[in-house]
């Protein structure tokens, strides 16, 4: 059995939603998820060892992806990311979002890449598919390397 660590935030539900989903195909691979939800609230913590995080887009202002459009919900997990040393263990970013936001969809897990300079390893619209669970957990496992 292997424990894979994924951080993750959620506002309306869908992630937790896909998180849960997550959980079953680790279960099912006799697995588990080490996963914790950050907040703005959220005490933090040293991250000791290689995690993913996985971000929805929620963001306000403009109407493309230009610098006027501000991300308005994940800085809690950037923050917690910052802390310390803990971005010297996060290894890939999964992103949620809105396909009919067209080229905003996981415009946030893809600005978290470019600045962590990690890959994007999975996005999937909403709350996510069984399948696209099974196809991400393959790439945590991959990304995690255990």
Do not use: C
């Not at 995080?53 to 919900?73: A, K, M, Q, S």
């Not at 996005?123 to 696209?132: A, K, S, W």
């Amino acid at each position: 059995m292997s424990e894979y660590r994924v951080l993750y935030t959620s506002i309306e539900g869908n992630t937790e939603s896909f998180i849960n989903k997550l959980k079953a195909e680790a279960e099912a691979a006799g697995d588990q998820l080490s996963v914790l939800e950050i907040g703005e609230e959220n005490d933090f913590a040293h991250e000791k060892k290689p995690y993913v995080i996985l971000v929805p887009t929620y963001l306000n202002g403009g109407t493309g992806t230009g610098p006027e459009v501000i991300e308005i919900f994940t800085n809690g997990l950037g923050d917690y990311v910052d802390y310390g040393n803990n971005a010297r263990y996060l290894r890939g970013v999964i992103g949620s979002g809105n396909r009919n936001f067209n080229d905003q969809y996981i415009l946030t897990a893809k600005r978290y890449a470019k600045k962590y300079n990690v890959p994007v390893i999975g996005d999937y619209e909403l709350r996510g598919t069984q399948r696209e669970a099974e196809k991400i957990f393959a790439r945590i496992k991959e990304t995690l390397g255990e």
